[in-house]
């Protein structure tokens, strides 16, 4: 008898409490049976502009249509009935192929033999924001995560090179084999990259934690270092001369910041990068890649240099970087980031919404401050400053990343930052590959140019 009660209960309990799980869940082969009862719903941007949806012949033949051709091609991602689905359309799956029409118009359509239009997804995009940021990427290979600070919500997500949904299963074969561009891959999300400068960030927090007198630290930069055989020049052949950790930040001074590294407890370090979520899993939505900090106590000085200045084998997103920049934004506070406002019915009534909630605190309110400090002198004095005097205000850190050691021309270029410093709005991460040139100066005039486009 009790065996018999324990079965019931979990039956009430899987079907009750666990059923939307696995219903939604991408495995489950059976949920594209909802699509014949179903004409598979919209998706539109957070202001009513339609991103996606299903266009229905005469004949009954039903198509599904990205208006917006590859703008979208990532994060809204496509759907084909043979090819599978991707971004949004994969996680949002079940909204998509769920109809809450009206009751009497459901009834209707049963005895018409007729299918009951989905639900629409309302996501948190803006077209406007989004194609702003593609035109600023342009051409080069790369990608731009903007986002709310104080919510979490994205607002823009792009990724180059990009491919048009509307035409995937003609264009498969071509699109699946380019492993020089990988265009299918969403390098906001997916690309794994060396972080360059802009992981001083993490370095500079590590040490901050480690050393309470940080406020004091001072360095002569005569524009290398050198321990054993290693020799890390700074950027651009610069020479800093005397600074503290603030200057040394400023300017991005890979001596000083190599200098820093070999200060630290890798422990505590690699603690430190933890807290950051790095060998963790992040929050959100899409599929992504892990970032990785391989550094322990056995790690030679050399690779202790080079990964405090962002070099070495650690690898990062985008997005990753996006989700550290939010939390300082946020006085050391993540907001869990998402992608959809709201679901309503065809018609625009409400089912469901999401609201901001917060994910962890990855660093204490002091220690965020502090950061926010520090990159807010990136931009007033130091490799920033092509972002100072516009109407809004930037905080952020640059970054070049050798990719190649035996091409040290082969550089990507980064910048990840925030607006309105006082009361932070936007958080902003753009990356390109391959850049020649110095010290992060494609990545950081690109995202002048996407917060121009946003705040004029
Ligand atoms: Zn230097």
Redo the contacts with the bound molecule.
Sequence with gaps: MILFIALMGYLIYFTIVRAGTFVNSPYNQRQDAFARDVIRGSITDRNGNVLAETQVAEDGTETRHYPYGSLFSHVVGYYDADLGKTGLESVENFELLTSNAFFVEKIQNEFNDAKNQGDTVVSTLDADLQQAASDALGDYRGAVVVMEADTGRILAMVSKPSFDPNDISSRWETLNTDEENSPLLNRATGGSYAPGSVFKIVTALAYMRQYGNYGSYSYN?T?SITVGDTTIP?AGG???GH?DLRS?FA?S????FANLGLQLNIDGFRDTAGDLLFNSQLPGVLDYTKSSFVLDESSPDSEVMMTSMGQGRTTVSPYHMSLITQAIANGGTLMEPYLVDSVTNYTGTEIRRNVPKSYARLMSSDEAAQLKEYMTAVVTEGTGSVLSGRSYTVAGKTGTAEYSSDDSDRTHSWFTGFTNVDNPELVITVITEGSDGSTGGRAVSIAGTILDSYYN
Excluded: F, K, L, Q
């Design positions: 930069c524009g700074c610069n020479v800093h600074e040394s300017n001074c890979n001596s000083s």
